[in-house]
Structure formats: C-alpha cells, structure tokens
C-alpha cells in the first residue's frame, strides 16, 4: 500500500497477481465485444423477419383482396339454378351455368386421358432410361414447352384439328389442355422417381427381380403419392385456361351430346359473359369466377392434405 495516497500499490509485473489483473481486463473486453455481437445479431434476425412477413403479407393481401371481390360479385348469385340449369337467352334473368360446369370436368377428364400416360411415361423414360445427351434435349425441350402461352398452343391445334375436321369439338379442347399438362406432369414425374432411393432398385435386382418389374411395383408404387400430386396441380393449372379453348372447344349455350360438337366450359362462359353489355350476365360471370376458383382451390388443398397425410406417415419425401 503506498504511504502518500493509501491506494494499493500495482502488482510487479510478471507477478502472478499481475498476470490475472491482465486477464481480467481482457475477459471484460472479450464480454463486451459478444454482448455488441449478440446484440446485432439480434436485430438483423429482427429485421429478416420483418422483412419477410411483409413479403409474406405481399403475396397473401393480393389473393385475399381478390378472393374477397369474387365472393361478394359472385356469391348473390349462386343458387341451385346456377347448378342445375342452362344459359338463358338475351333479355331474360336468371339461368345458370350446369352445361358449363360439366363441360369443364370432361375437357379436363379428356386431358388427363390423353396428357397424363405421355407424361408419367416420358418422366418415367428421363429418369430410368435414355442417355444423358438425349435426356439433356428432352428436359429443354420440356422446360420451353413449360414457357409457351397456352394460346400459341390453341393456334396449333386449331390448325391441326380443327381445321381438317372443319368444326370446333370438345377432343379439340381435351387435347390442346392435355399437350399443355404434358410438359408439366413429365418433369414433375420424373422429380419424384429420382427421389426413390437407388437402394430400392438395387435391393430388387439382386434379389432377381427383373427392371420393369421393380419399376412397376417397387419405384413407381413409392413415388405414386407425388406423381398424382403433380397430375392434380398440372389439372388445376389448366382448368381456367380460355385462349386455347377459344380455338378448338369454342363453347355452346346447350348440353352437349357428343364429343365431336363444341362444348361449354366455365372459362369460357365466364369470358363470353364478361364481356357482354348485360348486368346480369355480369352477375353469372362473378358466379362462375367464384365456382372455378372454389373448385381451382378444393384441388390445391386436397394436394396439401395428401402431402401432410404422407408426412405424418413417414413416407419418403416424394
């Protein structure tokens, strides 16, 4: 202790009381230094999460927005006779969209007839066979038929179907929507069986189970779960297609008998409605803006649902 002040006199250094005077100085230092990281690190997850929510806000607040406008356009009329009866004529209120309502279910059922075996069987090609150059070309060739607007689509088959033929039919509207999901359901196919483990299919051959077999009830039975859930969505997106219908199923005020004769579909209705002078013509359009989206929905929550029955069950991941 010093004499003049009474303080404590500074350890020698080198001292071992020095030594931990010094270590302690640096531990204060090293605390504060983690405490200004902790904290930044802190509000830069603050802010990422801001910024998310209102990205997340951004995308919800316009399909909300939109939902919420259809429903109160829409939801005065909707009724049983919306469901169950035929377009009125020019002048007369009421009437509904039945034919229409039908008409989209089998172009969509002639879609899947005529698009879902080329695609799963093209998916199932890229991803068990071919060669890696011919598989290059395919997926690009996929992946820009992906891209071309659904009218350039209607534009060919109406040069190639309808023209011949000399007439608009619900096959000219069931293949131009099935050429359209073709793309879209070969891709997705192929995704989901190259996400089936290799040991299954090694496991199977070594056991003496020849290839096709092994793909027929051990891959494709694996992977079954996501191509349908790539064939519903594939669905979905083309349920509200109108420009290529516009080509080839043109639509029809009446029910229809036959698959060579044109055909009604909601897409169509809502469009010919749309843009008529009419109000309550205006009305049956918002009805059936609402059905369509209402059924569009039912389709991507069904696939929602599937997925979360097939994780709660531990499946694979397909």
């Not at 009866?85 to 209120?93: D, M, T």
């Not at 199923?249 to 055909?263: E, K, T, V």
Request: glycine share 10%; charged share 15%; hydrophobic share 50%.
């Amino acid at each position: 202790m010093s004499l003049k002040t009474g303080l404590p006199l500074p350890a020698p250094p080198g001292s071992p009381e020095a030594k931990a005077e010094t270590l302690g100085r640096a531990g204060v230092g090293i605390d504060s230094k983690q405490e200004s990281y902790h904290r930044w690190r802190n509000v830069k997850n603050g802010l990422v999460q801001a910024v998310t929510c209102l990205c997340t806000l951004a995308v919800l607040l316009p399909l909300a927005l939109v939902f919420n406008h259809v429903l109160k356009s829409g939801l005065s009329a909707v009724n049983l006779t919306f469901f169950t009866g035929l377009p009125k004529p020019v002048g007369e209120p009421g009437g509904g969209m039945a034919n229409a309502i039908v008409g989209t279910f089998e172009l969509l059922g002639l879609a899947a007839l005529l698009g879902v075996p080329v695609g799963v069987c093209g998916g199932i090609f890229l991803a068990e066979y071919g060669s890696t150059k011919l598989n290059w070309w395919i997926r690009f060739a996929a992946d820009v038929l992906n891209g071309v607007p659904s009218i350039i689509w209607g534009m060919v088959v109406y040069a190639l179907v309808v023209v011949p033929r000399k007439g608009f039919s619900a096959w000219a509207g069931g293949i131009v929507l099935g050429m359209i999901i073709v793309p879209l359901i070969m891709r997705t196919s192929e995704e989901m069986l190259r996400l089936v483990p290799q040991g299954y299919r090694e496991a199977a051959l070594a056991l003496g189970i020849s290839q096709w077999r092994t793909l027929v009830q051990i891959v494709l039975r694996t992977a079954l779960r996501g191509i349908t859930t790539g064939i519903l969505l594939a669905l979905a997106r083309v349920a509200g297609e109108t420009a290529p219908l516009l080509f080839t199923a043109f639509g029809n005020r009446f029910w229809n008998h036959s698959l060579n004769d044109p055909i009604a579909a909601l897409p169509l209705q809502i469009f010919s409605y749309a843009i008529s002078p009419y109000e309550d013509w205006h009305r049956q359009a918002w009805a059936g803006a609402l059905v369509l989206l209402v059924l569009v929905a039912l389709v991507n929550v069904s696939v929602r649902l599937l997925t979360r029955e097939r994780s709660n069950r531990g499946r694979l991941p397909l």
